[in-house]
């Protein structure tokens, strides 16, 4: 307890006790004044004694009651001088303050968090359509030639082996639902990032609602504001959904980039007749032009692979058979840009299986 407190209760004491007193005194003194004062008739003794006794009896009370207060009075001393010194000890700092642990913390993702690049489906009209959407969030990141901070793109299946845009949708009009979400980092500490994400194919297995699809990942990242962008993420990777595989619609199937493939750019070729077999093309570059793809066969259901090489024509048969022509590099009689290859008429047809 602090001296300014023990002074309030003394003061607090001194006031009731004077107060007590005062009050005895005037009590005294209309005492002295019935007694100086002549009685109109005489009272006997047995009255006087009755008076007196009364007389006590008040001067009884006045003092429990005096000693309630008091008890009261300083009870409620204590309480305040307590609460005080526990406000105090609550204002004043410690030596070694415990910070609080915050309830929840905030993931790296929402902290960090550059942009996202999402690709969802709808399934409308009996069609299949891919929504590529790209978000942009900090101002260091870009797209290329265009200054919109959110990229939509609609597409059906494959023309050949570009997936089909389609314009004039109203991405509001059709109900999506979310296949990958890819956060968009800066884990190299880049001035700029450039964001080049995109749909590379995307094909329907036949009599189903289920498809393939391949998406290429391409972020560039530049320690300058001015551009000169060296990649940092360069992939593709194909994807399968399947409706029937509940809680598991989607698998990631496949990474293509150059430390694991020479022939790193996939895209859907042909099914077979049932459906559960695909071959994939898989080429050294795209839009480079000047070579043979691959020929990559899969089986949808095990996932497993097989790469048959470069062939000059490929079929599907039934149940994971197949027919080809190999491909064959024959000098060149006159000089010509890309590869010579011996005429497909004049090379046997082969037969291989899954």
Same mark, same amino acid.
């Given at each position: 307890m602090k001296p300014q407190d023990k002074t309030i209760e003394i003061t607090i004491y001194f006031r009731f006790s004077i107060s007590l007193l005062n009050t005895k005194e005037i009590y005294m003194q209309e005492n002295i004044q019935n007694q100086n004062t002549p009685a109109i008739q005489p009272q006997s003794s047995e009255n006087q004694i009755e008076v007196k006794n009364k007389n006590w009896i008040k001067i009884t009370l006045f003092v429990l009651l005096g000693l309630a207060l008091l008890v009261g009075t !300083?009870?409620?001393?204590?309480?305040?001088?307590?609460?005080?010194?526990?406000?105090?000890?609550?204002?004043?700092?410690?030596?070694?303050?415990?910070?609080?642990t915050p309830s929840t913390s905030p993931t790296i993702s929402e902290t960090n968090s550059l942009g996202k690049t999402t690709i969802s489906f709808s399934n409308a009209n009996e069609e299949i359509y891919l929504k590529s959407e790209i978000t942009l969030i900090d101002p260091i990141v870009e797209y290329?030639?265009?200054?919109? $901070?959110?990229?939509?793109?609609? /597409?059906?299946?494959?023309?050949?082996?570009?997936?089909?845009?389609?314009?004039? &949708?109203?991405?509001?009009?059709? @109900?999506?639902?979310?296949?990958?979400?890819?956060?968009?980092?800066?884990?190299?500490?880049? @001035?700029?990032?450039?964001?080049?994400?995109? &749909?590379?194919? !995307?094909?329907?297995?036949?009599?189903?609602?289920?498809?393939?699809?391949?998406?290429?990942w391409m972020r560039s990242g530049s320690k300058?504001?001015?551009?000169?962008? %060296?990649?940092?993420?360069?992939? $593709?990777? &194909? #994807?399968? #959904?399947?409706?029937?595989?509940?809680?598991?619609?989607? @698998?990631?199937?496949?990474?293509?980039?150059?430390?694991?493939?020479? /022939?790193? !750019?996939?895209?859907?070729?042909?099914?077979?007749?049932?459906?559960?077999?695909?071959?994939?093309?898989? !080429?050294? =570059?795209?839009? =480079?032009?000047?070579?043979q793809p691959e020929k990559l066969l899969l089986d949808s259901q095990s996932f497993t692979t097989k790469n048959i090489g470069k062939v %000059?024509?490929? %079929?599907?048969?039934?149940?994971?058979?197949?027919? /080809?022509?190999?491909?064959?590099?024959?000098? =060149? @009689?006159?000089?010509?840009?890309?590869?010579?290859?011996q005429d497909t008429n004049t090379l046997p047809l082969k037969t291989g299986k899954m």
């Open positions: !300083f009870y409620a001393g204590v309480k305040f001088s307590a609460n005080k010194q526990s406000s105090n000890l609550t204002n004043e700092p410690t030596e070694n303050p415990v910070l609080p290329p030639n265009s200054k919109l $901070r959110t990229i939509t793109n609609i /597409y059906s299946q494959d023309d050949r082996y570009e997936p089909h845009e389609l314009t004039g &949708l109203n991405p509001n009009d059709y @109900k999506w639902i979310t296949l990958v979400t890819e956060a968009i980092d800066n884990n190299a500490d880049d @001035k700029s990032i450039l964001v080049s994400d995109r &749909l590379f194919s !995307f094909k329907k297995i036949p009599n189903t609602d289920n498809f393939l699809f391949v998406v290429e300058s504001t001015a551009g000169s962008w %060296s990649p940092t993420k360069f992939e $593709r990777v &194909l #994807y399968m #959904y399947d409706k029937n595989r509940v809680g598991q619609e989607l @698998k990631k199937i496949m990474t293509f980039n150059d430390k694991s493939f020479k /022939y790193s !750019f996939p895209k859907i070729e042909s099914f077979s007749p049932e459906g559960r077999f695909v071959s994939l093309d898989l !080429f050294g =570059c795209w839009n =480079c032009g000047g070579h %000059s024509q490929f %079929s599907w048969t039934s149940n994971g058979n197949y027919e /080809y022509k190999d491909y064959v590099v024959i000098d =060149c @009689k006159e000089p010509q840009p890309g590869e010579c290859t």
